[in-house]
């Protein structure tokens, strides 16, 4: 699976986030990409993806220890940013996990628990995506395609943000953005030949 348009993909090191297997998966499509933590290297990419792993305060702690937040609000206010599980949380302006924490802001919204009667948190593995507007990403990738969850919060955000769901108790935003901010709850990376598709058309951007 050739990505086509070439250019650099920065993906942000900030000790939060699964960096290799994301990396693999862009190498797997001949996507160039490099992990970093250096704003020169992070300005002059053509394309940035922020991954994440954990706790919203802790990850924000992270990327203000290695004064990466008013830069990272700036870049992805010129090139493409896709924000992944964690990294999507991260672009709204609140996160209700252990206390209530300032996100980046670059979205309209918060990120609080799942409320899901009956169904075990975290929401963890497959799940179905329903479409509700166009979006870059899903092209090539029909509605209804199974991607791979893992999390306890979810985002509350305006309908107008949201892409796609997918349902678990409650309807989970699945993918969000506005213009060329994308923020993906679900792994692409671990989500087989859809999310492959996704990160490639990502690239293209």
């Not at 699976?1 to 693999?24: V, W």
């Not at 949380?89 to 009667?117: C, D, K, N, S």
């Amino acid at each position: 699976m050739r990505a086509g348009k070439g250019g650099m993909t920065a993906i942000i090191d900030y000790g939060r986030g699964n960096l290799f297997s994301l990396q693999n998966a862009l190498e797997f499509l001949e996507i160039p990409c490099e992990i970093t933590s250096d704003v020169n290297k992070i300005e002059n990419a053509d394309r940035i993806i922020l991954p994440g792993v954990g706790a919203f305060g802790d990850a924000m702690q992270q990327l203000q220890a290695r004064s990466l937040t008013s830069f990272l609000r700036r870049q992805a206010k010129e090139k493409p940013f896709l924000g992944i599980c964690l990294g999507m949380q991260l672009l709204f302006g609140t996160g209700y996990e252990f206390g209530e924490w300032e996100g980046l802001g670059l979205l309209q919204g918060e990120v609080v628990p799942i409320e899901a009667p009956g169904l075990k948190i975290p929401h963890m593995g497959w799940n179905s995506l329903r479409y509700h507007r166009e979006n870059p990403l899903l092209h090539g990738v029909p509605e209804g395609t199974y991607v791979y969850f893992v999390h306890s919060f979810r985002a509350k955000t305006p309908e107008e943000n949201v892409a796609a769901d997918c349902e678990y108790g409650e309807a989970i935003p699945a993918l969000v953005g506005r213009g060329t901010l994308f923020g993906a709850q679900f792994h692409p990376e671990k989500s087989g030949r859809a999310g492959l598709q996704m990160l490639k058309n990502f690239s293209r951007l």
